[in-house]
């Protein structure tokens, strides 16, 4: 008996002596349907598809679903305390579509933007903005500021710039959905192949930010 609870406690002395497992970097995806994935089964939405993207790469991350279809940039700053109720190390923002498509004006989508994007900053969370382009019937000096906005935003607050969510998509039926606007599973694919190295320098941020 005293032999056993003499290797019992050397074990836990040993056990107590090793670092303490980290948690994994948690990400939240801030946005819309493109975000959530509109018409698509759960496991093929954006932030399970980067999450499993992610893990294949040797990160050890767990990425938030914070999507809301139809979710305008005013939708999401509403919620941003909510969203981030349960702690989050990054926040991937993708918001500006549904703006665009209903023509709001683009200093009101500025100003909502630069409203999260710089709350966030004030938390210190490393931030990722994704750009979307703007329906070209638009006109282009709506399409130019539309578009500008987020280049500018990522620049005022040092956040991380991935242009177009949706850039490198073609529209084909295997890749984009009846509504010629939202992707099929395999185009979720695209975007996250395409942003996958700047969700990886936001991760870097965000391990050099716990230290």
Do not use: C
């Not at 607050?157 to 509504?179: K, S």
């Amino acid at each position: 008996m005293i032999r056993f609870v003499t290797v019992f406690l050397a074990m836990a002395g040993l056990l107590a002596a090793l670092p303490a497992r980290a948690e994994p970097l948690r990400i939240l995806a801030l946005g819309d349907s493109l975000t959530a994935g509109y018409q698509l089964p759960p496991e093929a939405a954006f932030p399970v598809q980067l999450e499993a993207a992610l893990k294949a790469r040797g990160h050890d991350v767990v990425v938030v679903n914070a999507g809301v279809s139809g979710d305008t940039t005013a939708g999401g700053l509403s919620r941003l305390d909510w969203s981030l109720g349960e702690g989050a190390d990054a926040v991937i923002v993708e918001l500006g579509a549904n703006d665009a498509l209903r023509g709001l004006p683009v200093a009101s989508a500025r100003a909502n933007l630069e409203r999260i994007v710089g709350s966030l900053a004030e938390r210190g969370l490393p931030v990722l903005l994704a750009g979307i382009a703007a329906p070209r019937n638009m006109g282009e000096d709506y399409v130019a500021g539309f578009e500008r906005m987020y280049a500018e935003i990522a620049a005022d607050h040092d956040a991380v710039l991935y242009p177009n969510f949706l850039a490198g998509i073609p529209i084909t039926a295997e890749t984009v959905l009846p509504d010629g606007i939202h992707p099929t599973q395999k185009g979720v694919a695209i975007i996250v192949e395409g942003i996958l190295p700047k969700v990886e320098e936001l991760i870097a941020r965000a391990g050099a930010a716990r230290g």
